[in-house]
């Protein structure tokens, strides 16, 4: 939804666009520079109130108790709410979103589109060159580039969406005396993993995201002129950014940069860093620890500015004991659609799901999930340490030899964290297309084809005989919980 700023609500939406619009509240502060800067005064407040702040970020399924009575279908249907709307954010994860907070705020400070020199800025974008006029840029204050970083599985790309949530709407729509214009307060993009990902293809992602946010077919068929050049590519990307006011440009998945190779990884940074430095646009920069290593490679000079808006490790917990780890299984438990819900047993339970997730936040919620949907189907309706391992070793099999690796600190297999988590993950949360390609293969390949799961190691052991589900159950598993379910875009090849 576009926030407008009106004196009373317009019911009917932008006829370019049909996008629905909503009025904008700006604030007041007290200080010049946020109070007379649109960009600044029409986000959500700024506030020092933890519990505010955590209730912006939190993100909570739809769920009644009364859900517990509908058929084993639908329950099974719903628990789909669980990947889909839960967020449940700690103390690391409100310390980064104030520091971002301050970081778009920062970045507003010297781009002002009520003034002259925020006009020239847009109108003088698309040209090579500093356009953010230095009698702009206050001392320790401006456009900076912040670099998130955290294994696989652990939130990053779920942490960026609530700070985007906690900040207001994706697009704030000014009525200013100079004309109308779209501020779009964070532009994320997924760094594709696509090998020839050059500044020219960055600059065609950009433009399909600012259509999509904007709800136009504006930009993207700029970029269908193949003789375009790389120069024509990158303008107008800049237009974009310049011209839409952008808080921030997030690139998740950043680690996909090492595909790039030495000369196209300069190539990139150096990209980059003249968006933040000629433009006055924050950057923010979010993968896997791989993605650290460029900070590795680079001169200092470089790996000072990629992390001068702050460098944020989002680790995952290493046990049952930290307080963060058992706050979230707390709040998780309330989640259920099993018919018999049973009290939440913190002397084993707690030990007993980090056991089998290794703290990582996509691994437990997967947990959680597949067992809800054995308690359902099997109809003993309760999830117990037995129903917990019992999906652990039908559903989560392809995820076993880097969770032993992280139980035994295996460091031969940690190296390979990144490629292991991805590749397990693409074969435990596959999309529709995907499992329609799995049955196919099936049906071809007759009734008597051979299972090509990939062996378990050591996995922990359930009460249950029968451990595993046949090939055709799971299946009917699968097709059952899993046909409205995508998988994440960082994993998409």
């Not at 502060?29 to 109070?35: F, N």
């Not at 060159?129 to 320790?140: A, D, F, R, V």
């Not at 779209?182 to 994320?188: A, C, R, S, T």
Request: charged content about 25%.
């Amino acid at each position: 939804m576009i926030e407008e700023h009106s004196d009373t609500p317009s019911p009917a939406g932008s006829p370019e666009s049909g996008v629905a619009i909503a009025p904008v509240h700006y604030e007041k502060y007290g200080v010049p520079e946020m109070d007379d800067n649109p960009l600044i005064a029409g986000l959500k407040s700024v506030t020092d109130d933890i519990p505010e702040q955590l209730d912006r970020l939190t993100l909570k399924p739809q769920f009644s108790e009364a859900d517990r009575s509908l058929s084993a279908s639908i329950r099974i249907l719903l628990l789909n709410r669980l990947r889909e709307s839960f967020f449940f954010p700690s103390d690391s994860h409100v310390h980064i979103y104030k520091e971002t907070e301050a970081q778009i705020i920062a970045g507003y400070w010297s781009r002002n589109p009520k003034s002259a020199s925020g006009q020239r800025l847009v109108h003088n974008a698309a040209k090579p060159g500093q356009q953010i006029e230095c009698s702009n840029l206050m001392p320790g204050l401006g456009a900076s580039i912040s670099f998130w970083v955290g294994p696989p599985g652990q939130g990053k790309s779920s942490l960026v969406r609530a700070i985007g949530r906690a900040l207001g709407k994706a697009v704030i729509r000014h009525h200013l005396p100079n004309g109308t214009t779209d501020q779009i307060v964070m532009l994320v993009r997924n760094f594709t993993d696509q090998p020839n990902c050059t500044p020219k293809a960055i600059a065609k992602l950009v433009a399909d995201r600012a259509d999509e946010l904007l709800g136009v077919r504006d930009y993207a068929p700029l970029f269908h002129d193949k003789s375009m050049s790389r120069t024509h590519y990158v303008s107008e990307m800049r237009r974009i950014l310049s011209s839409h006011w952008v808080g921030a440009l997030v690139l998740d998945v950043f680690e996909n940069v090492s595909l790039l190779g030495t000369k196209g990884e300069k190539e990139l940074i150096a990209l980059l860093v003249n968006l933040r430095d000629e433009l006055g646009v924050p950057l923010i920069l979010i993968g896997t620890y791989k993605a650290a290593e460029i900070l590795e490679s680079a001169s200092a000079s470089v790996t000072r500015r990629f992390v001068d808006g702050g460098l944020h490790d989002l680790r995952r917990p290493l046990s049952e004991d930290d307080e963060e780890f058992r706050a979230f299984c707390d709040v998780l438990w309330h989640y259920q659609w099993v018919r018999n819900p049973l009290p939440f047993q913190k002397d084993s339970m707690y030990k007993t799901l980090f056991d089998l997730s290794q703290g990582i936040t996509a691994v437990l919620l997967m947990l959680f999930r597949f067992a809800q949907t054995e308690a359902i189907r099997s109809g003993k309706e309760s999830i117990t340490e037995d129903a917990l391992k019992t999906a652990y070793n039908n559903k989560l099999f392809p995820l076993h030899q880097i969770l032993n690796a992280l139980r035994t600190d295996d460091r031969r297999l940690l190296d390979k964290y990144d490629d292991l988590y991805l590749r397990a993950f693409r074969e435990i949360e596959p999309s529709e297309s995907m499992n329609r390609l799995a049955l196919i293969r099936k049906n071809a390949q007759g009734p008597d084809a051979a299972d090509d799961r990939p062996e378990r190691s050591n996995p922990p052991q359930a009460s249950q005989d029968n451990r595993y589900l046949d090939t055709a159950s799971r299946h009917q598993v699968e097709s059952a919980v899993m046909q409205m379910e995508g998988i994440p875009e960082e994993v998409l090849k």
